[in-house]
């Protein structure tokens, strides 16, 4: 049975010392992973610019304007909307982060990665753009990819209390 071209390809062959004859081949994927919606890769760079500030102790307004002006890559609205909406209600995000956390755990405690996330999924739940079930799961799934092992689950339990204190008034 022949090889399907797409997922194998001849790439070298080779003589072992014994005389034996190797053939080495590449493995490739028959498809592309998805690469992200356009707003998840929105919503990744709005945390790389509140992680910044967050961690540089600045308002996150200063590096989105850096990276606008540097446009390498170019920053897409979403993000500018993303980071501008959770600096102008930091304060009542924060707070309403704070009262959704387990007893003995501050905003402090938090992972900085989680806290900022926490913060966009939020801002989306308040604003009302995006409902409150995709603003959770992409936050979730941004914390399964780029933070600790513990982080999608906390992160959603936190979110979950929120989203219920949002949509109880």
Do not use: Y
């Amino acid at each position: 049975m022949a090889a399907d071209p797409a997922v194998t390809t001849p790439r070298q062959r080779i003589t072992t010392p014994d005389g034996t004859v190797a053939e080495l081949i590449e493995t490739r994927p028959t498809t592309q992973p998805g690469r992200g919606s356009s707003r998840t890769k929105a919503r990744k760079r709005a945390l790389d610019i509140l992680f910044e500030a967050d961690l540089r102790g600045v308002d996150a307004t200063e590096p989105l304007a850096l990276h606008i002006a540097e446009a390498d890559p170019p920053v897409r609205p979403f993000t500018t909307t993303l980071v501008n909406g959770v600096t102008a209600r930091k304060t009542e995000i924060d707070t309403l982060i704070a009262d959704c956390l387990a007893t003995g755990w501050t905003m402090e405690r938090m992972p900085r990665v989680d806290r900022c996330l926490a913060r966009i999924a939020l801002w989306e739940m308040l604003d009302g753009t995006t409902s409150a079930e995709v603003a959770l799961e992409q936050a979730v799934s941004l914390a399964q990819e780029l933070s600790t092992d513990d982080s999608a689950t906390f992160l959603n339990g936190v979110l979950a209390r929120a989203r219920e204190k949002i949509t109880a008034g």
